[in-house]
């Protein structure tokens, strides 16, 4: 999934922002800005009107002169670093967009919907070497890039999973033998380690609704008849039923674990999930944990934000050599998540227990939410980063 948008507002400009090396499209008012050019792509053009530029920043009107859609890109020659990827340009539109560079030698790649990529001649800005604020390029991930952390990825999920199991047999154990304090106890620990393996939740297909499904509109997890997994026994175990009640249900969720052991080797994660979920665990954590809309009687919902955190690691990890020369902030996201770990941890107690959401102070909200939202802004780029790009 990509963040880049293209808008046409009548007096606006649209100013590439990057974020982190990716041109993300940002409005701004329209004003008087040197460097102003107007740039041809198609199949039989691509970047002419790009001429004599000095460094800095780079107003460039692109117009699709042919009669397809066409990505248009700005490269360095050498490297393949791309400074601009301007997608979905139909035929005969034009759109505005900004970029910051410093003196060297550039040139556009243009990709129409169904031909050779054309390749525009080289150009040489001149002036500064270096420029405050300037685009950083990113090298175009591509999918032989990518595959390699997929597998790796899946490897590890595989090796979770009798973990899983063993964690779930566990829950069905205390359930029958009639000991809620133990059936609680392990419940947290079973899904706060599948609450570890967001990034293949796809591949799960719908092994994963029945294991941690959530209600219907209008229902809760005590009353929804078609409910099952972790908060359909939630809900059973915290309301003070006879424990036995929870019986059924709990057998039912160490069969569809198991039945999730038994398939998951022959499925496929998407190599473009990975960066894709890195960022989407945390956005579900803030939509779904922190509000506490999940919450089906434990009160535990700092456990799974802090298992969230531990999976959106996990999510990074076989993508950091992708991430190492194309992230400049890599390293900021990793305190920010160490950071975040450190704000829920302040809600573990010594014996396994979690501070209820309700009894968090408003000062202790206002930090968790912060700090939340400090990891996802420097998460948001690795999606974008992670995109597969088309070069030919």
Request: proline letters at 5%; a negative charge; hydrophobic letters at 45%.
């Amino acid at each position: 999934m990509s963040n880049r948008f293209a808008y046409g507002v009548v007096g606006l400009v649209v100013a590439l922002v990057v974020t982190a090396g990716i041109v993300v499209p940002h409005l701004l008012p329209t004003r008087a800005v040197p460097g102003h050019y107007d740039v041809a792509a198609g199949t039989d053009v691509c970047g002419t009107g790009w001429t004599d530029p000095a460094g800095g920043t780079q107003t460039l009107r692109i117009t699709n002169t042919s009669v397809a859609g066409v990505e248009v890109q700005l490269e360095d020659p050498r490297s393949g670093a791309v400074y601009l990827d301007a997608e979905g340009l139909g035929a005969g539109a034009s759109q505005t967009y900004r970029v910051r560079l410093g003196s060297g030698a550039y040139r556009f790649r243009c990709l129409p919907a169904d031909a050779d990529a054309v390749v525009g001649p080289v150009v040489h800005l001149h002036g500064a070497a270096h420029v405050t604020g300037a685009t950083p390029g990113v090298v175009p991930v591509t999918r032989n890039d990518l595959i390699p952390a997929a597998k790796a990825y899946g490897d590890w999920i595989e090796g979770r999973l009798p973990v899983l199991e063993a964690d779930v047999r566990r829950v069905a154990a205390d359930v029958h033998g009639g000991d809620r304090a133990a059936a609680e106890r392990d419940w947290l620990t079973g899904h706060t380690e599948y609450e570890q393996l967001g990034a293949a939740y796809g591949a799960f297909g719908d092994a994963d609704t029945a294991i941690d499904g959530t209600p219907a509109s209008g229902r809760t997890a005590l009353d929804d008849p078609d409910l099952t997994g972790f908060h359909r026994l939630e809900a059973l175990l915290w309301s003070g039923a006879p424990v036995s009640a929870s019986a059924p249900v709990a057998d039912a969720l160490v069969a569809a674990v198991q039945h999730l052991e038994a398939t998951f080797p022959t499925a496929r994660i998407d190599p473009l999930d990975i960066g894709l979920r890195a960022h989407e665990i945390l956005e579900n954590a803030l939509q779904f944990e922190a509000t506490g809309a999940t919450d089906a009687g434990s009160h535990t919902n700092l456990a799974t934000i802090a298992a969230n955190v531990a999976g959106t690691e996990r999510a990074l990890d076989p993508i950091r050599g992708i991430l190492r020369t194309r992230y400049p902030h890599l390293a900021a996201t990793d305190a920010a998540l160490a950071a975040l770990t450190a704000r829920v941890d302040e809600g573990r107690h010594a014996d396994g227990t979690w501070t209820p959401l309700a009894d968090l102070t408003t000062t202790q909200r206002e930090d968790l939410d912060a700090s939340i939202d400090r990891a996802l802004e420097l998460l948001a780029p690795v999606a974008a980063i992670c995109d597969i790009r088309r070069t030919s």
